[in-house]
T-cell receptor
């Protein structure tokens, strides 16, 4: 079964607004990653947060991790049309493999 | 550095045939992972190779196989193709392990099975 489950499945916002996506998982993890995919192309790594970290920033991205709730959130501030994409969280199992959720499709309109 | 390359980019096959997809990782990366992406199932992990050894395997039938060469290049093979195998197949490489290092994805191979 897939480890990460994103919520919401789809999100539509206006340029300049903030977008928040959530990810929940079922078993303990070492790390959690967020990736972006533009329309049927390869994924691009956004950020990696380790299980002993609670929050991480990268540019307009802010990721939080709550291991007690087995959840993570990705916040994109001041969204742009170019942020339109699908966003996936990925978690590791006991081994090194990454398991992806089904993603949140973000649409940013100008 | 050149990115992850996958060949071919598009492929059309018929049921029962077999197919081989190729992936060249970023130079210096030793871990290569393969994923199948479909609209219904999303991104599903197929397998991961490190130093020519399969380190992890997803929940796919034995028709799906792969290998990694000494130069870290990887191939995956699907035998006896079924209609449901139509998907975007993505390859990703990472320095040592996909869960500890970021993965770099190739553009994918779009496989259509008729």
């Amino acid at each position: 079964s897939q480890q990460g489950e994103e919520d919401p499945q789809a999100l539509s916002i206006q340029e300049g607004e903030n977008a928040t996506m959530n990810c929940s998982y079922k078993t303990s993890i070492n790390n959690l990653q967020w990736y972006r995919q533009n329309s049927g192309r390869g994924l691009v790594h956004l950020i990696l947060i380790r299980s002993n970290e609670r929050e991480k920033h990268s540019g307009r991205l802010r990721v939080t991790l709550d291991t007690s709730k087995k959840s993570s959130s990705l916040l994109i501030t001041a969204s742009r049309a170019a942020d339109t994409a699908s966003y996936f969280c990925a978690t590791d199992q006991a081994g090194t493999a990454l398991i992806f959720g089904k993603g949140t499709t973000l649409s940013v309109s100008s | 550095k050149a990115g992850v390359t996958q060949t071919p980019r598009y492929l059309i096959k018929t049921r029962g045939q077999q197919v081989t997809l190729s992936c060249s990782p970023i130079s210096g990366h030793r871990s290569v992972s393969w994923y199948q992406q479909t609209p219904g199932q999303g991104l599903q992990f197929l397998f991961e190779y490190f130093s020519e050894t399969q380190r992890n395997k997803g929940n796919f039938p034995g028709r799906f196989s792969g290998r990694q060469f000494s130069n870290s290049r990887s191939e995956m093979n699907v035998s006896t193709l079924e209609l449901g195998d139509s998907a975007l197949y993505l390859c990703a490489s990472s320095l040592v392990a996909p869960n500890y290092n970021e993965q770099f994805f190739g553009p994918g191979t779009r496989l259509t099975v008729l």
